[in-house]
Antibody, heavy 117, light 110 residues
Framework: QVQLVESGGGVVQPGGSLRLSCTAS????????MHWVRQAPGKGLEWVAF????????NYADSVKGRFTISRDNPKNTMYLQMNSLRVEDTALYYC??????????WGQGTLVTVSS | QSALTQPPSASGSPGQSVTISCTGS?????????VSWYQQHPGKAPKFIIYEVNKRPSGVPDRFSGSKSGNTASLTVSGLQAEDEADYYC??????????FGGGTKLTVL
């Protein structure tokens, strides 16, 4: 059974930084494309970033490009999201998601990021 | 990249069928068979229910079906049950090699 556990969320001031982590188990992590998807309080889903299984491809939503960096450490079964220059509008529950055939197959429970002064 | 367009709400009585639309463009929904759908109950993570327009992951009831015509994809829920009341989201991969979601549809079982 796939388990994805996010951590690293918290409260940060505008302009600050946070690094989110996602630890995976129950899957061959080194063969899985992975995503970050976020959901602002009371709002819909927004795709944030994708990383190919072998780190050969990374893609970002326009809203975070240049500020967020996705990475992974396959031996540690862990994915990261480095978030810099945070804005109030980045406040959301951030989900770690395993990709499958251009869809989002398995979801973690999310970690909450709050950007506020 | 603009979000896909979904109706904000839909409803139906138990046993009936309801269809939710998801409209994009030739750069996403219309150009690729890479549309997927998600069910989200309050306070829960989304659940993967349809991929590649009309394929169901293992364990998803066949009451859920997907289709596509032109730039619009659709999710049909047949034989509505009380537990189908949830938010539903569509998503598509795009020509820009990114993903977009629809704004979500709240399905109410009357």
């Amino acid at each position: 059974q796939v388990q994805l556990v996010e951590s690293g969320g918290g409260v940060v001031q505008p302009g600050g930084s946070l690094r989110l982590s996602c630890t995976a188990s129950g899957l061959t992590f080194s063969r899985a494309g992975m995503h970050w998807v976020r959901q602002a309080p009371g709002k819909g889903l927004e795709w944030v970033a994708f990383i190919q299984f072998d780190d050969s491809r990374k893609n970002y939503a326009d809203s975070v490009k240049g500020r967020f960096t996705i990475s992974r450490d396959n031996p540690k079964n862990t994915m990261y999201l480095q978030m810099n220059s945070l804005r109030v509008e980045d406040t959301a529950l951030y989900y770690c998601v395993k990709g499958y055939s251009y869809g989002f197959e398995d979801w973690g429970q999310g970690t909450l990021v709050t950007v506020s002064s | 990249q603009s979000a896909l367009t979904q109706p904000p709400s839909a409803s139906g009585s138990p046993g009936q069928s309801v269809t939710i639309s998801c409209t994009g463009s030739s750069s996403d929904v219309g150009g690729y068979n890479q549309v997927s759908w998600y069910q989200q109950h309050p306070g829960k993570a989304p659940k993967f229910i349809i991929y590649e327009v009309n394929k169901r992951p293992s364990g998803v009831p066949d009451r859920f079906s997907g289709s596509k015509s032109g730039n619009t994809a659709s999710l049909t829920v047949s034989g509505l049950q009380a537990e189908d009341e949830a938010d539903y989201y569509c998503s598509s991969h795009t020509a820009s090699r990114i993903w977009v979601f629809g704004g979500g549809t709240k399905l109410t079982v009357l």
